[in-house]
């Protein structure tokens, strides 16, 4: 995917909940600045109990599963997809 088409796709799906700006303010879902091959759960934000301990790294192919098909849920967390299945290691 092209950076044009990924930066439509954000705006259209992702904007609503999230900022990507450096330093941006959070919205319902925490900013996702800088978010490749950081684990999950790190910045300042309300994460649920379960991708706390779900120890995800966001490598390209984690970020991929995940937006692939974000609708999949983990028990204990209403907001995010399956992290468990995201391991890729």
């Not at 044009?4 to 941006?24: D, M, Q, W, Y």
Request: net charge positive; aromatic share 8%.
């Amino acid at each position: 995917m092209s950076a044009i088409n990924g930066a439509a796709l954000f705006k259209s799906r992702c904007s609503f909940c999230h900022t990507v700006e450096p330093n941006g303010d959070n919205k319902s879902g925490p900013n996702v600045f800088g978010i490749v091959n950081r684990k999950a759960a790190q910045k300042k934000y309300a994460y649920s109990s379960a991708l706390k301990k779900a120890n995800v790294t966001w490598t390209p192919e984690a970020l991929d599963k995940y937006l692939e098909n974000s609708t999949v849920r983990i028990k204990g967390d209403n907001d995010h997809g399956n992290w468990q299945e995201l391991r890729t290691t």
